[in-house]
């Protein structure tokens, strides 16, 4: 991994692919699972893809888009956990969903402050 960010995202998304694999193959399961491994791994990818950017501000883009990607996952794990669809796996993985969104935000801000 090129930093310890990469790996942490990457973590993150591989603990959602199994938690989405233990949820309930009804409607309700099989929905808030797709829309919740869409946006888990879409963090990892899009810090990433920043780590590549062209320029500056394609950074902060991409790490903008990765901010949103871990507040949406955010709302399905929050609903997860509303729809008692799981409690304990959830509740970690809202803890980490809310601190790589926290670490994510310093980034972006720190980039925006730095372009000036």
């Not at 990818?45 to 950017?53: D, I, K, L, T, V």
């Not at 883009?61 to 949103?68: G, I, L, R, T």
């Not at 997860?80 to 926290?102: D, M, P, Q, V, Y």
């Amino acid at each position: 991994m090129k930093n310890e960010l990469e790996g942490r995202t990457l973590q993150f998304a591989l603990k959602a692919n199994t938690f989405v694999d233990s949820l309930p193959r009804n409607t309700v399961g099989t929905v808030i699972g797709r829309q919740l491994l869409r946006s888990a791994t879409s963090v990892g990818a899009n810090y990433r893809e920043a780590q590549s950017a062209e320029s500056k501000a394609d950074f902060i883009h991409k790490v903008a888009v990765a901010e949103k990607e871990a507040a949406e996952t955010e709302y399905w794990l929050i609903l997860c956990l509303e729809s008692k669809l799981a409690a304990t796996e959830a509740t970690k993985l809202l803890t980490e969903s809310r601190e790589l969104l926290a670490i994510l935000v310093t980034i972006g801000r720190n980039a925006k402050r730095n372009q000036k």
